[in-house]
């Protein structure tokens, strides 16, 4: 039976694949991107983690009664806030090497001092700094890991942050993180666009060389396939044409701007 917990929702997608997903508009109502996915991968010796979430309520029993006995490796897709808050409660988690420094220190979460949910007081507890894991491990671009029956391969994808990364496994998945998924999307300052959509292009001639079908992004729904990257690149491409269209967006200091189509909204640093 699966841990009872009122927090997270626990789905089975493959035999070999669980979506743990955890709502973060809990924490301030201005996340919109509900639900956070969590995925967690069972190889035959070795199971895979991806994210550790919002660091409210203990995540790692739901994990230790999905994986049985198999080793447990825990991966970071990148530093912001949503994905790496549960890391305390596993012993050494890995996350790339552009983002080691982000989390081998307490988390600063003092920008939710203000917010309206009551959840927060969690936080408070621990005086808004969450702290880290034990040990950091730093992941390269092109690192393989061998889970059993199932190989995943790192990407490094600037872009969303520094040291985002996709993860590819040779079951034909693509764990897009939060470089792709349809919602609010945080972009970086519009000079830096050039990066984010060499990592979409890279990753649309991964999935065309590979056919690679089955996208897993870390928000909203899944699977989702290729047009999911293809929709993001031409929405970002055209954000220059709705440049005066934008609005001032305070809690993050940045430009808001609505794509006509409805899938995503962008949030550009300022
Ligand atoms: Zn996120």
Not at 132 to 155: C, H, N, R, S
Request: glycine share 6%.
């Amino acid at each position: 039976m699966i841990s009872d917990s009122q927090h997270f929702e626990i789905s089975k997608q493959k035999d070999y694949l669980y979506v743990i997903k955890e709502n973060i508009s809990l924490v301030h109502p201005v996340y919109t991107n509900d639900p956070l996915n969590m995925y967690l991968l069972l190889g035959s010796h070795t199971a895979l983690l991806l994210d550790t979430g919002c660091g409210l309520f203990p995540i790692k029993p739901i994990v230790d009664e999905l994986i049985g006995e198999r080793e447990l490796l825990v991966f970071n897709t990148h530093y912001h806030w949503d994905h790496p808050l549960g890391n305390v409660e596993f012993g050494e988690i890995y996350i790339h090497e552009n983002e080691v420094d982000k989390v081998s220190k307490p988390y600063d979460v003092s920008f939710f001092k203000d917010s309206p949910n009551e959840i927060v007081k969690i936080y408070a507890e621990q005086d808004f700094l969450i702290p880290p894991a034990k040990t950091i491990k730093a992941l390269k671009d092109g690192d393989t890991f061998d889970l059993g029956e199932i190989q995943v391969e790192i990407i490094h994808c600037p872009g969303h942050s520094p040291g985002s990364i996709c993860l590819l496994t040779s079951r034909g998945e693509l764990f897009t993180s939060d470089v792709a998924y349809y919602g609010d999307q945080f972009l970086p300052v519009k000079k830096k666009f050039f990066e984010v959509l060499k990592t979409l292009s890279k990753l649309i001639d991964i999935c065309e060389k590979q056919k690679i079908v089955e996208l897993y992004p870390s928000h909203r729904r899944y699977p989702c396939d290729i047009s999911l990257l293809t929709d993001l690149y031409k929405g970002i491409e055209n954000i220059e044409n709705l440049w005066d269209t934008k609005k001032v967006f305070e809690f993050f200091d940045a430009w808001e701007i609505e794509d006509p189509s409805g899938k995503f909204r962008y949030f550009i640093s300022r």
